[in-house]
């Protein structure tokens, strides 16, 4: 099916000077950039226009925040002369209208490529060749080939499960966003800013939270006394945080499980969130064909954004340098105005801030304490 009046015509080959693979923040702002500049450009996805972002990830993941966060405002509302009578919450309700908030936000995006001038076409690309990208169904089906001047990957990451027995079992972060309700009990496995959002997400709506850390801090790569400032008001609040413990496996049915830590400690819970980290997806993509190069679980680029191959390119997470919304959009306007705009330019991936929305949220831009001394002493 088509999204935007634009069905899969099997066996017949359109050409393009862009073809972007996958219709997230990086892809989307190339290929509006580029049809701006007169380009004409297909982006081609298997799933809903917005990407990890805007789909299962930024927004959705902010309005679960904020509404986490009501807890706090209502408790302290009698400090500034709010009477505030008994107070309950409805995770399933909360739930069903992030869902449709995200519904509305896909329809607006898929609206904005259709008047930016840029052809939407749904199925799962792969490469045919360096030129050429075969679009796929579910199956593997090919329903169309498109040719192009230039090829954009633009696939981003999806979460990676830990190789423990019993894997299958726990959540990734996609899955919290489709669950119907948050049960009681929830084991979240990580230290990183997935995992410490959720932690606090969920222990804001009510949820009994256990994080296991394997190591003895949260937040690898931010500054070690803000990262324990976060520690320290998570378990004040109520976030059993367990450091220098790694699940071995988990065990049980769903709504009834177990996670066996290393140490042979069993944790009884109704969910394990594992937010062990996300790995670019380049599942499917058959870039042996294209003959593109990759490093690890990654698409080297180079500050062109160009891969091995002259005329293929790859923007974002895929590339697992610095893996930001901000940046991958960023990435991919320079693209476009570097080749179709007159306006070369490169992405600066120095002194990019970031940002974590725990409860207390951290933020920081340019070095840590630690990388500070590192480097200079």
């Known amino acids: 099916r088509a999204i935007a009046g634009h069905p899969p015509r099997s066996g017949m080959s359109e050409h393009f000077d862009l073809v972007v693979i996958g219709a997230g923040s990086g ?10 500049y007169g380009a004409r450009v297909a982006i081609v996805e298997g ?17 679960m925040v904020y509404g986490s966060a009501m807890r706090h405002h ?26 449709a908030e995200v519904d509305r936000l896909n329809q607006l995006h898929i609206g904005f490529l259709e008047k930016a001038g840029v052809e939407l076409v749904q199925g799962w690309g792969r490469f045919a060749d360096a030129r050429s990208v075969s679009v796929v169904d579910r199956n593997g089906t090919e329903q169309q080939r498109l040719s192009a001047e230039r090829i954009l990957i633009a696939v981003g990451g999806r979460p990676h499960r830990p ?17 119907e309700r948050f049960p009681e009990r929830v084991v979240v496995v990580g230290a990183g800013f997935i995992a410490c959002e959720f932690a606090c997400i969920l222990n804001g709506l009510g949820v009994s939270v256990t994080q296991l850390v ?61 937010a062990t980290g996300r790995r670019p997806f380049l599942e499917g993509l058959n870039l042996e064909a294209a ?67 725990s409860q207390p949220e951290l933020s920081s831009v340019g070095l840590t304490e630690e990388q500070a001394i590192e480097r200079y002493g």
């Open 214 to 274: 394997r190591g003895d801090h949260l937040l690898r790569g931010f500054d070690l006394e803000a990262s324990r400032a976060v520690a320290e008001a998570m378990q004040a609040d109520g976030i059993d945080i367990r450091f220098a413990h790694s699940p071995a496996a988990i065990e049980g049915g769903p709504g009834d499980l177990k996670v066996i830590s290393q140490s042979g400690e069993r944790l009884p819970c109704n969910g394990v969130l594992l």
């Open 47 to 63: 799933d809903r226009v917005g990407g990890a972002c805007v789909i299962r990830g930024c927004v959705p993941k902010k309005l």
């Open 27 to 36: 892809g989307l702002a190339a290929a509006k950039r580029a049809a701006s």
């Open 163 to 179: 190789t423990i027995p019993g894997a299958e079992l726990g959540w990734v972060s996609d899955d919290l966003f489709n669950l």
């Open 291 to 357: 003959g593109v190069a990759i490093e690890g679980h990654r698409i080297p680029v180079d500050a062109e954004q160009r891969t091995n191959v002259a005329n293929v390119y790859a923007v974002g997470d895929v590339t697992d340098r610095i893996n930001l919304t901000p940046v991958a959009v960023d990435e991919g306007r320079a693209l476009a105005d570097t080749i179709w705009g007159g306006k070369p330019r490169q992405v600066d991936h120095h002194l990019v801030a970031s940002a974590v929305f």
């Open 74 to 99: 209502l408790h302290d509302a009698a400090s500034y002369g709010w009477s505030v009578g008994a107070t309950s919450h409805n995770s399933a309700e909360l739930l069903q209208r992030v869902r």
